[in-house]
């Protein structure tokens, strides 16, 4: 079963993120990803960003994931 840890930690490990936070039910989950990586990226970009470090796994095993992604500096701002 897919868990929000598991994405939260995959997510982790395929990019360098300052933040990640991952909630769900174990078949819908929400994301807030911070990475600096986003920097210059329009909003299509940056989800694929995040879809290739989880790779496979958006293939199948995650049937729906929202995200909301933000640079370190855009997330500042929204606090």
Request: glycine share 8%; aromatic share 6%.
């Amino acid at each position: 079963m897919v868990t929000p840890e598991s994405i939260k930690i995959d997510i982790e490990k395929g990019m360098q993120t300052s933040l990640v936070e991952v909630m769900g039910d174990g078949q819908h989950f929400d994301a807030l990803i911070v990475s600096e990586e986003f920097a210059g990226m329009s909003r299509v970009q940056r989800q694929q960003r995040v879809n290739k470090a989880l790779g496979d796994r958006m293939k199948g095993e995650i049937h729906a994931l929202s995200m909301k992604t933000f640079t370190p500096q855009e997330w500042q701002e929204k606090q």
